[in-house]
Antibody
Framework: HGQLVQSGAELRKPGASVKISCKVS????????MSWVRQAPGQGLEWMGWISVSKGDTNYAQKFQGRVTMTTDTSTSTAYMELRSLRYDDTAVYFCARPQGGFSGIHYDFWGQGTLVTVSS | QSVLTQPPSVSEAPRQRVTISCSGSSSNIGSHAVNWYQQVPGKAPKLLIY???LMPSGVSDRFSGSKSGTSASLAISGLQSEDEADYYC???????????FGTGTKVTLL
């Protein structure tokens, strides 16, 4: 069984950047991609994109293109998500999640516990 | 604004059955597998159903999924207090080139 452990809560000012980590254990990190999903307070789930751990290819949701960078460090089995030019509406809980299934059947079977990012002046 | 539409809430008495609908289009549900997630407030989502109607190991068989055309449904039978949670459908969307979640449905026991 996989386990995804994320870094702790962050507080940032508008315009700043935040980088969240997601450390994987229990499975071979490079055999799976990694995605990031966020959830604003009281709102639904929003997919941000994914990264191929083995190849480094990325696919970001259009909404976040230009502001987000997803990376991985295979030596430590850790995935990272950096979001720049933070706005108040970026306040949310950010989850990493492991995708399974092919392109047409993608689903997320393991999730991190979530990292709260608060954007406040 | 999600492209997958769900009812905001459903309520039913314990031990009864509820069904949650998820309406999409040809670019998502009509072309790709549907998944369902359960989320208890303050926790990470949990995969309930994948590939339209398959259950991961460990998920109660009181949950079942189905799909027809551009719509999908999640049924919960024998409602229990532990089923009170938010439920989201999800699928890949070709037009958006993104994985999209439904608007979410809150299940409450009467």
């Amino acid at each position: 069984h996989g386990q995804l452990v994320q870094s702790g809560a962050e507080l940032r000012k508008p315009g700043a950047s935040v980088k969240i980590s997601c450390k994987v254990s229990g499975y071979t990190f490079s055999n799976y991609d990694m995605s990031w999903v966020r959830q604003a307070p009281g709102q639904g789930l929003e997919w941000m994109g994914w990264i191929s751990v083995s190849k480094g290819d990325t696919n970001y949701a259009q909404k976040f293109q230009g502001r987000v960078t997803m990376t991985t460090d295979t030596s430590t089995s850790t995935a990272y998500m950096e979001l720049r030019s933070l706005r108040y509406d970026d306040t949310a809980v950010y989850f990493c999640a492991r995708p399974q299934g092919g392109f047409s059947g993608i689903h997320y079977d393991f999730w991190g516990q979530g990292t709260l990012v608060t954007v406040s002046s | 604004q999600s492209v997958l539409t769900q009812p905001p809430s459903v309520s039913e008495a314990p031990r009864q059955r509820v069904t949650i609908s998820c309406s999409g289009s040809s670019s998502n549900i009509g072309s790709h597998a549907v998944n369902w997630y359960q989320q208890v407030p303050g926790k990470a989502p949990k995969l309930l159903i994948y590939y339209d109607d398959l259950m991961p190991s460990g998920v109660s068989d009181r949950f079942s999924g189905s799909k027809s055309g551009t719509s999908a449904s999640l049924a919960i039978s024998g409602l229990q207090s532990e089923d009170e949670a938010d439920y989201y459908c999800a699928a890949w969307d070709d037009s958006l080139n993104a994985y999209v979640f439904g608007t979410g449905t809150k299940v409450t026991l009467l």
